[in-house]
């Protein structure tokens, strides 16, 4: 089992940035990718961006490349995502997750799931 716990959730005006942080506990080593997802209010869950565990490879999706960088901390087992340029439309809860195959735009293919943490970008 792997214990995921998010943090860094809030609110900030458009163009400002936020860092949210997952650490996670467990069974670290059966972990092959890390991802963000985000659920918009009223919408269905998204890919955010992921990152290969084995050599901290990222992805990210089209709506936040360039704004959002994901990262890792390996001697916390804790990954980063640092959000600057923020819109409205990023306001969503985001959710930290970790798979054990290496596909990562998928959320069927993450076996464990963070609580999420509440983003809100007002205009």
């Known amino acids: 089992q792997v214990q995921l716990v998010e943090s860094g959730g809030g609110s900030v005006q458009a163009g400002g940035s936020l860092r949210l942080s997952c650490a996670a506990s467990?069974?670290?080593?059966?972990?092959?990718?890390m991802g963000w997802f985000r659920r918009p209010p009223g919408k269905k869950r998204e890919f955010v961006a992921a990152?290969?565990?084995?050599?901290?490879?990222?992805y990210y999706a089209d709506s936040v490349k360039g704004r959002f960088t994901m990262s890792r901390d390996n001697a916390k087992n804790t990954v980063i995502l640092q959000m600057n340029s923020l819109k409205p439309e990023d306001t969503a809860v985001y959710y930290c997750a970790a798979g054990r195959s290496y596909s990562y735009s998928g959320d069927d293919t993450y076996e464990y799931w963070g609580q999420g943490t509440q983003v809100t970008v007002s205009s």
């Open positions: 467990g069974s670290i080593f059966s972990i092959r990718i």
């Open positions: 990152l290969r565990w084995s050599d901290a490879y990222t």
